[in-house]
């Protein structure tokens, strides 16, 4: 059979780039209505389930009394996880029981599932249940975990993780201070309204498990499920449908609908479908941390910064979930994008009994930015000098120290990107002329990218493969999923400009733990910049050794870039193998009557290395600032008794297209050398620096500083009218 080099590189025209837009290859069946969901998904002889959950925040349970159950009809328990299975969600730990059966720790905990072919019996049914509870003193904030008056939740403190760092001296530091300045900052949960609500259909099937399931990480749910059922992971399957968006909440909280849905179905021997309905999802379901941060900062005599001292506190809910690693992220970001000599660093994640939180685009950093970000405009402010002008002092470049005792390894081009996004606003005459009710704000933010520290290497190792196909086309072999970011797309353009091939010849399927290696999950800004290399540098290997007409296989595996070093124990070094930075300006008006914030502009300007669609980026980057003005002004959860307040959409409200003015969105180029043609993460910074701009725009609106969000119209007046005297 006749050999060459590989096919024949595609002739690339004058200004063509992997940058330039294609159409999205899932466009068109997602938007014809083609594209299955899982609730589209039908199964013959399928049960639908429905959860019996907890009424009590926190109490003993007595007794379960069910109801008379009809023929076809059952309540699947702890009692039904088979001989060797474990009655735990293991995600990073199994604290979380799939069926409570001895205590609850929060409102809508599950406590057994009923199962059935008709959802609006089992409705019925679930009501009828009768728990008796020992109730206890509930934990709902992180004052009350502190003071634990109930006695505690968690170990004998209430914390799940209690972490340090230091960098440089920062006793010495305050020991030299001439002034220190100290404030806290709060931030609220914050709901993930993706357009499909949460899913999964289990079918045990000849000693198998197939799982279908909205998902992020479709290795996540095998694990969780063969721990659940104990069994090999050989012993379960897990398909990805197409996935109707997840901003972190398909990441692991899918464990938990997935392992008492696969308990029912082995039990049962049947198919059992799991979806929630848009108010169960709202209120039971994860949430971005809420926070509570205080900074101390040691000034000189001249107003210049000497060290911080900052404490961050973020509320984790009933279980561990991800929290710790949220927390930690949150920590290496607590100096922003900010060069501070001498630091000291206090994280904690409180045990609460509210819904565990896990999750959420950011994930811990946007908590850590509002409140570096508020301290730094305050500080300016007190100072004399411009906020601009007094952050710009302070930037971290090339070769700087981070809070981990890590290096900025990569150009650091912020000043680059701040003549430009000030040339864009015009923002120094708009901030000169701006008059009451009106204001316009600036932010500065990085956000690393991929997992802490040595967790690509040590704990995800990915690999993909690619599959040449005799007819000529290449199979995309990798776990990511396309949740909406256009990971369908962006892959493909990958291997097909390395390969020379037309972009239709690539194919990429829906994830299949049966088909495909695990290449990690989807999510930590990870996707593109550490699986798309993988798939780059596959594509190098195909492209070496191409046979036309033959069915070949090329397999890549992560490899650590040498120069980065990690302490786990320690938490030192070098947290992040790179970052993407970005500022954003936002500008504003706030009614003199109802004090309600009108967005009037937004521009954006980002170091995301080289993106591989600008059209793909740039929507990722309107959508993220989108979400992020919804967290800064608009979207709060309130809780009563340890249930939110706001349970539908009619209450719990989210930004529509009307809401907020066009936004500009420039891009810098910086490649990185270990991203596919130079590409970093994405999808988390575009979300990262949104609030903190708009809260600065809102200070200077009013007259007065901001600590806490979200700025809604009610907290605006009183802040106004505070300052008013």
């Known amino acids: 059979m006749a050999r060459r080099k590989g096919p024949e590189p595609r002739t690339e025209q004058p200004g063509e780039r992997i940058s330039d837009p294609v159409p999205r290859v899932d466009a068109v069946a997602k938007a014809s209505g083609s594209a299955l969901y899982l609730d589209d998904i039908r199964v013959e002889g399928v049960l639908h389930a429905r959860i019996v959950r907890s009424t009590r925040p926190r109490a003993k349970i007595l007794s379960v009394r069910y109801p008379e159950t009809p023929a076809g009809y059952a309540f699947i328990d702890a009692r039904h996880i088979p001989p060797g299975g474990a009655n735990g969600i293991l995600m990073i730990r199994d604290d979380w029981p799939i069926f409570a059966d001895r205590e609850v720790r929060f409102r809508g905990q599950t406590i057994a599932l009923v199962v059935g072919p008709d959802r609006g019996m089992l409705a019925s049914l679930a009501q009828q249940t009768v728990v008796e509870y020992e109730d206890q003193v509930p934990v709902f904030t992180i004052e009350d975990s502190l003071v634990c008056s109930g006695g505690p939740i968690h170990d004998t403190d209430n914390l799940f993780a209690d972490y340090h760092l230091r960098k440089g001296d920062p006793e010495a530091a305050f020991r030299a201070a001439a002034q220190v300045v100290e404030e806290e900052f709060r931030t609220g949960w ?12 289990a ?11 909205s998902t992020q990480c479709p290795y996540y ?9 104990g069994c090999g992971k050989e012993n379960v399957r897990v398909i990805a449908a197409h996935t109707g968006g997840g901003f972190g909440g398909k990441e692991h909280y899918p464990d938990v609908l997935a392992t008492a ?27 971005r941390h809420p926070s509570w941060i205080r900074i101390r900062t040691a000034l000189n005599a001249a107003g210049g910064i000497l060290g911080m001292d900052i404490d961050t506190r973020l509320a984790a809910g009933a279980f561990e979930t991800c929290s710790c690693i949220v927390l930690q992220r949150s920590i290496f970001t607590s100096t922003g994008a900010y060069d501070i000599p001498n630091v000291r660093v206090r994280g904690r994640a409180f045990a609460t009994n509210v819904v565990p939180s896990d999750a959420f685009r950011g994930f811990g950093a946007p908590q850590a930015l509002f409140a570096i970000e508020m301290h ?3 500080l300016a402010r007190r100072a004399g000098v411009a906020p601009v002008d007094f952050k710009r002092r302070h930037f971290l470049s090339k070769g700087s120290l981070t809070v981990t005792n890590g290096r900025i390894y990569d150009e650091v081009l912020l000043d680059a990107m701040l003549e430009r996004i000030l040339a864009a606003s015009d923002f120094r005459a708009r901030a000169a002329s701006a008059r009451p009710g009106h204001g316009i704000g600036i932010s500065f933010f990085n956000h690393g990218c991929a997992f802490t520290g040595s967790g690509e290497r040590d704990l995800i190792k990915g690999r993909v493969g690619l599959r040449a196909l005799a007819d000529g086309h290449v199979r995309i072999l990798s776990a990511g999923v396309d949740i909406g970011q256009g990971l369908s797309t962006a892959f493909r353009k990958v291997v097909a400009r390395v390969l020379g091939i037309p972009l239709s010849r690539v194919l990429f399927d829906q994830a299949d733990t049966d088909l495909v290696p695990d290449s990690g999950p989807t999510c ?12 780059q540098e596959a594509a190098k290997k195909l492209k070496g050794c191409w046979t036309e007409g033959a069915e070949q296989e090329v397999w890549q595996e992560y490899s ?62 309107h959508g993220g600032m989108s979400q992020a003005l919804g967290y800064a002004c608009l979207e709060k959860l309130e809780l009563r008794d340890g249930v939110f307040l706001q349970g539908t959409m009619a209450d719990y409200c989210i930004p529509t297209s009307l809401d907020f003015p066009p936004i500009r969105t420039e891009l810098i180029e910086n490649p990185y050398p270990f991203g596919p043609f130079g590409a970093k993460g994405a999808g988390e910074i575009v979300f990262d620096g949104g609030a903190p701009a708009f809260a600065a725009a809102i200070q200077q609106a009013i007259g007065a500083e901001t600590s806490a969000l979200p700025l809604t119209p009610e907290r605006i007046r009183a802040l106004a009218r505070e300052a008013a005297g």
């Open 524 to 535: 930590a800004s990870r996707s593109i910049m550490i699986v798309g290399y993988l798939l």
């Open 203 to 213: 079918s045990w099937k000849d000693g198998r498990l197939t799982l279908q399931a």
């Open 376 to 378: 730094m405009d305050h």
């Open 190 to 201: 914050q709901e993930h309204i993706y357009m499909e609500p949460q899913g999964c259909l």
């Open 560 to 621: 650590h870039p040498p120069h980065l070093v990690w302490d786990a124990e320690r938490l030192a070094g070098d947290a992040y193998p790179t970052y993407g930075w970005g500022i954003n300006v936002v500008e504003v008006a706030v009614d003199p009557l109802s004090f309600e914030p009108e967005v009037r502009n937004v521009w954006t300007i980002y170091d995301v290395g080289y993106p591989i669609d600008r059209l793909i980026l740039e929507g990722q980057a």
């Open 261 to 287: 849905a696969a308990v029912a179905s082995h039990a049962l021997g049947r198919p059992v479908k799991l979806v929630l309905d848009r108010q169960e999802d709202i209120q039971t379901t994860a949430k």
């Open 221 to 229: 749910l095998r694990k969780a499920v063969a721990h659940a059922l």
